[in-house]
């Protein structure tokens, strides 16, 4: 009696993929993607900086510098 199959189907695209995962590749690609991670964060936030939500919510509450943003909207809305 047997209770599990002795084959197994694997999609074609897999076996492709299979070998470009492997831990040591994973591992020397990481700083890579890390840094280009981070890049694109950055050019989202420079994006988005000109945003009234985006400064209250992201950028005062940054621990150093959110004052910066702070006094920016204080010195906007008596401009007003």
């Not at 197994?8 to 299979?18: F, M």
């Amino acid at each position: 009696m047997v209770f599990a199959q002795q084959w197994t189907t694997v999609a074609p695209w897999v076996r492709k993929i299979a070998p470009l995962v492997h831990p040591e590749k994973i591992r020397n690609y990481a700083p890579v993607i890390a840094t280009w991670g981070a890049a694109a964060g950055i050019t989202v936030l420079f994006f988005l900086e000109p945003t009234p939500i985006a400064r209250t919510d992201i950028f005062q509450n940054i621990p150093v510098v959110g004052g910066f943003w702070k006094h920016k909207l204080e010195a906007r809305e008596q401009k007003d």
